[in-house]
């Protein structure tokens, strides 16, 4: 009986899944029809092979840095053809850029898969999964699972405040928007346990109003945009909110809450503590604060990324991203709550 095993596939390392907007997209929308991609020159320009992945940074983006530390490949997208065999075993990414809670957010980048599609193709992968290694196995896997995602940003940025008096703006103001936003999270949440999802990483917005797009558009003196701040200032509280609420409903700690606004504060309010030369201008861009419009080959591109806080317009360089990952680990309560992932990874380990 004890050869018998070897016939079925074992996930070595934790599978990881990876759910969201472009701050975690690894690729998908390589494959799609959407003006919302990374896939040419100079992302990618810092990336292990020199080339544009899809990734919306100059090289790793957290998930990548994320699969690093707890010593697993990279996801790979959930489109790519490659993603067969034993590789699902790792897991699989199915964010897309340009998405967020709500299915009316990045209506401009046409074709993006959005959230309740992202959990459709979660419901896929655990069959090819299962026709893999066997039903019991792949329930298994994805209980065993870690899982990121981030959600929320394209809400307001590609959303809420996109243009003045946009459709949403005129049907709430802000603070019912956010309550209304929260509710639609809940949701989402909800289904991803549904799903099997035991240990899920949710990450609350940035600070939306210091990202140098909205710099450039919205602010006098290189001041973060109030309007901006002040959405996720009222966004963020009710997430974490709703994740202690979902938590004790479910009688365990499913939900961590990443405190993706106080990670990036950090580094934004005192960029020379952390090594930046700045953590308002983008290294790759256009216009004031290199925040206008898109990353492209004509850009003005900074030499050294890792002096920049932001590659683009509204994502960190590598380096920020790293040491937002250092906070996933190792953070303290005012960064993850109600533990960090190191911790997470010693409890799991045991049990």
């Known amino acids: 009986m004890l050869w018998s095993s070897v016939v079925v596939p074992k996930a070595e390392a934790r599978a990881f899944f990876v759910f969201g907007d472009s701050l975690v997209d690894n690729g998908n929308n390589n494959y799609l029809l959407t003006t919302a991609r990374a896939d040419s020159y100079p992302y990618g320009i810092d990336y292990p092979t020199h080339r544009a992945t899809g990734r919306f940074s100059n090289g790793l983006n957290i998930p990548d840095i994320i699969s690093e530390q707890i010593g697993s490949e990279p996801t790979l997208p959930y489109l790519s053809p490659e ?45 090819r999964v299962s026709a893999l290694i066997g039903e019991e196995e792949a329930v298994r896997l994805v209980n065993e699972a870690l899982v990121l995602i981030t959600l929320g940003g394209n809400d ?43 240990r899920v990483l949710v990450t609350g917005t940035g600070p939306l109003g210091c990202v140098p797009a909205e710099l450039a558009q919205r602010s006098r003196n290189g001041e973060c945009a109030a309007d901006l701040q002040q959405a996720s200032d009222l966004f963020n509280p009710q997430l974490v909110q709703l994740l202690n609420q979902l938590n004790s409903e479910i009688g365990s700690d499913v939900y961590i809450s990443a405190n993706a606004f106080q990670m990036n504060m950090d580094f934004i309010t005192n960029p020379q503590a952390f090594g930046f030369v700045t953590s308002k201008v983008a290294c790759c861009g256009q216009g004031p604060y290199n925040g206008i419009g898109l990353c492209t080959p004509v850009s003005n591109l900074c030499p050294n990324r890792d002096i920049y806080a932001f590659w683009d317009p509204f994502h960190p360089s590598e380096r920020a991203n790293r040491l937002i990952v250092e906070r996933f680990m190792i953070g303290s309560n005012k960064y993850m709550n109600p533990m960090n992932l190191s911790t997470i990874m010693q409890l799991d380990s045991r049990t």
């Open 156 to 198: 307001f940025v590609n959303n809420y405040f996109l243009v003045p008096f946009s459709a949403r703006s005129r049907q709430f103001a802000l603070p019912d928007y956010v309550v209304y936003l929260i509710s639609e999270y809940r949701k989402i949440l909800v289904r991803l346990y549904e799903l099997g999802a035991r």
């Open 83 to 127: 993603l067969d065999g034993e590789r699902l075993l790792v897991g699989a990414n199915f964010a897309s850029a340009g998405i967020g809670i709500l299915n009316d957010t990045g209506i401009q980048f046409i074709n993006i898969i959005r959230i309740s599609r992202q959990l459709q193709y979660f419901e896929q992968y655990q069959q």
